[in-house]
């Protein structure tokens, strides 16, 4: 199958995948800024989403695609490693037009994934896993208060740390991803290389900065605002 046997191939998924991965961040990170205005229109919107079978198709897929996201990254390493042999050992000299996200992407895809697990244990365990199957939240909070889940989660601030380093990896990463994607998928037109690059960075650093916020208003005030 060309999309598996081919580089090429793994790039376009790679690439479609991200785009993926930028609108459920982008979806998620709008969802998002409503708890910082008021805790019950969240959970109000949480509620709404969550009963419309159209928006749990939507995250569904993109969650499907985020995912295989994941799993081709690994593979495209795995073949780049074998591809080098014991060439990876040697010491070279850094390229020196080469970024640094692009040098690190895999290590930052980790931080990524390891961040991912951590907030799907902290967030969609407590509240739509627990609905589902119909067991109580975690320290006496209802499944359907993702508003109080947020406050105590960012509260702890150890957890607001480590949410603030997954961040910093998570712009890294999308910056770099963001018009990587682009430019494997032809999809340049007429705006400059280096326009894309900008269009990236701002668009990622909008979104990411929206789910720093969050973090930062509940960890500020101690999760008791």
Known sequence: MWLYDSSVGKKVVMSISGIALILFLTFHAAMNIVVLFSGEA??????????????VAGTLVLAFLVALHFVYAFILTLQNRKARGTNRYAVTARPGKVEWASQNM?????IV?????????????N?????????AGACGIEPTDGAAFIAQTFGNPVYALIYIVWLVALW???????????Q?????????????KVIGSVYVTVV??????????????????
């Open 184 to 196: 494997t998928l032809g999809i340049n037109g007429k705006t400059p290389f280096c326009g894309w």
């Open 208 to 225: 990411v900065l929206a789910f720093v916020a969050v973090v930062l208003k509940f960890a500020l005030c101690g999760g008791a605002c």
């Open 106 to 110: 895999f290590v930052l895809g980790i």
């Open 127 to 135: 509240m739509m896993l627990a609905e589902l199957t119909g067991n």
């Open 42 to 55: 969240y959970n109000s919107v949480c509620e709404f989403l969550g009963s419309n079978w159209y928006a």
């Open 113 to 125: 994934v390891l961040g991912l697990l951590l907030h799907l244990y902290n967030f969609w365990a």
């Open 172 to 182: 890294f990463h999308l910056t770099h991803g963001f018009w990587s994607a682009f």
